[in-house]
């Protein structure tokens, strides 16, 4: 913790820090560590806090960790990952409520570290006055108007920086829709030009002929010489290219600048964890957040927000986005990372967007042979362990599992779970099977195992995935995946099919064409 203030330019001295008990029983787990005091602790020790409070007159109270936090702003919900960075009023306090990250969480995840800093650092500044920090109100247009309309491209043709971002129908391109776009190009401003009606309508915003002239102004920015940066733009991007739209000076990725910036920052890399970090715009989202809460059965679904909301959250989409350029561009010049961004990440970036687009094809036919295939395989070697242990149970069950293996076969156990159960996965099963040689229920059950990943993962999970325009595989690449600057996939993950050729044929190339296979050597 001292490490972390000293990072955010914070002098120790200058920080009065206590606990939120002092008389709970500290019994400790070697692994698990301290308890967490009980409700009863905290009620008694709280008067002592309180009266520590009251003599130091605080400007800021920082408490870290979940139950603290709970304390002070009540409830049983509160999460330091949802509050964390902001500022709360504490009315019972007179000052300042601003949550932080607790150390031994960072000491687990150090991905956490970076967000920790910029979270003190705008803690030391808030310290310095006794009322919230007024935040810098955006000027969000909605172009709902041929005149605004007009007024936007104006000032697009002017820019030569722009920050861009659309509202989609549907995660896949070749299903849904652009239904709006935001620009900025000028800090705390924002526009969007609607598409469709939104509220749970598809239907054009404008007339047949004026949406054909929107677009062809759109293609004609887009196309043109000014400098366009995004968030993740490669998701962006797949929608322009099926309007047919090329993007021409793709200039910035804010959210692989971060990730040059702060690769261990692992899942910390989206625009609305950013804004919380590195700008005053922290929390913009939360009209829209509210009303997904309050809308479950739309969860997700954007084009089902109401038209002014949605509209105005694109504009400060865009307007985020464009802060962040600014933000993050010096930072990548200062740490020398201008040649890697340019000539490595943003190229990549086009390579594996097209690549995404392109998909690939597999064998239907073969595919499903193998799914009746494996399927009956499974289903014999289930029925085989069933009359070997002669009752039948859930396989795939770990209670049941090891109520079987442990409780009424009585093998001896080869290892443990992280929640102290006995495990029950390949590696111990092929422990125990290697003990008891002779058991064919060991055998048949770790062929069981291999059988179901292949037919879950492989075969089963690979259908999942087939676009339904196309039929072809459409994975998705991750640069900023991984804290080496490997590669990563998912949905599905074309980096983990088995080597055997079974399933490796099911990935086919187009009439005419071959797959050519290569990799570095290692030295």
């Known amino acids: 913790w001292k490490r972390l203030c000293q990072q955010a330019g914070i002098d120790f001295r200058d920080i009065f820090m206590t606990n939120l008990t002092r008389c709970h029983g500290g019994i400790t787990d070697a692994k698990k560590g301290p308890k967490d005091p009980s409700a009863e602790e905290i009620s008694i020790c709280s008067p002592f806090l309180e009266e520590e409070i009251k003599r130091i007159q605080p400007t800021v109270i920082v408490p870290v960790g979940n139950i603290t936090l709970r304390f002070f702003l009540g409830g049983k919900t509160a999460s330091i990952m949802n509050h964390r960075g902001s500022e709360i009023w504490s009315e019972k306090y007179n000052c300042k409520i601003m949550p932080a990250i607790h150390p031994s969480a960072i000491i687990r995840n150090p991905q956490y570290t970076s967000i920790t800093v910029q979270d003190l650092m705008r803690i030391k500044t808030s310290s310095k006055y006794p009322e919230l920090t007024p935040k810098t109100a955006g000027n969000y247009t909605i172009a709902d108007t041929p005149e605004k309309v007009d007024q936007l491209f104006a000032e697009l043709t002017k820019a030569t920086e722009v920050a861009v971002d659309i509202e989609t129908t549907d995660l896949n391109p070749r299903v849904g829709d652009i239904s709006c776009i935001g620009f900025s190009w000028k800090e705390r401003e924002g526009w969007c030009l609607p598409i469709m009606k939104a509220g749970g309508s598809t239907d054009s915003f404008w007339d047949v002929e004026v949406a054909k002239d929107i677009w062809s102004r759109i293609k004609t920015f887009m196309e043109g010489p000014a400098k366009k940066t995004g968030w993740n733009f490669k998701f962006d991007e797949k929608f322009f290219i099926m ?79 464009f802060r962040l350029f600014k933000v993050f561009e010096p930072m990548i010049t200062a740490q020398g990372l201008n040649r890697l961004m340019k000539q490595v990440v943003l190229p990549a970036r086009q390579v594996l967007m097209e690549t995404e687009l392109e998909g690939i094809g597999i064998d239907h036919d073969y595919i499903e ?52 159960g006995w495990s029950t996965d390949n590696k111990a099963l092929t422990t125990i099977s290697e003990q008891n040689p002779s058991s064919a229920v060991l055998q048949m059950l770790l062929e069981y195992k291999d059988c179901q990943k292949i037919l879950s993962t492989f075969i089963e999970g690979t259908l999942e995935h087939v676009d339904p325009v196309d039929g072809r595989i459409h994975t998705n690449y991750k640069i900023h995946g991984t804290q080496t600057g490997r590669l990563s996939s998912s949905e599905p993950n074309l980096q983990q099919i088995p080597k055997e050729s079974t399933i490796k044929v099911i990935f086919v190339s187009k009439l005419g064409y071959q797959f050519v296979e290569a990799d570095f050597g290692q030295a």
Request: with cysteine; aromatic share 12%; proline share 3%.
């Open 243 to 321: 309007k047919n739209i090329s993007m021409n000076n793709f200039y910035f990725d804010g959210m692989l600048a971060h990730h040059l910036l702060d690769e261990n920052a692992v899942n910390m890399h989206g625009l609305k964890d950013c804004a919380w970090a590195f700008s005053d715009m922290g929390g913009y989202d939360k009209e829209l957040d509210d009303w997904f809460k309050a809308n479950k059965q739309h969860k997700g679904k954007y084009i089902q927000v109401p038209f002014e909301m949605l509209n105005r959250y694109c504009a400060m989409d865009a307007d985020c986005t």
């Open 369 to 420: 042979k193998l799914r009746v295939e494996y399927s009956t395989k499974r289903a014999a070697l289930e029925q085989g362990i069933f009359e070997k242990v002669e009752e039948p149970f859930n396989i795939n069950s770990p209670k049941q599992l090891q109520d079987v293996l442990f409780k009424k076969l009585g093998f001896a156990p080869a290892g443990k779970t992280k929640s102290g």
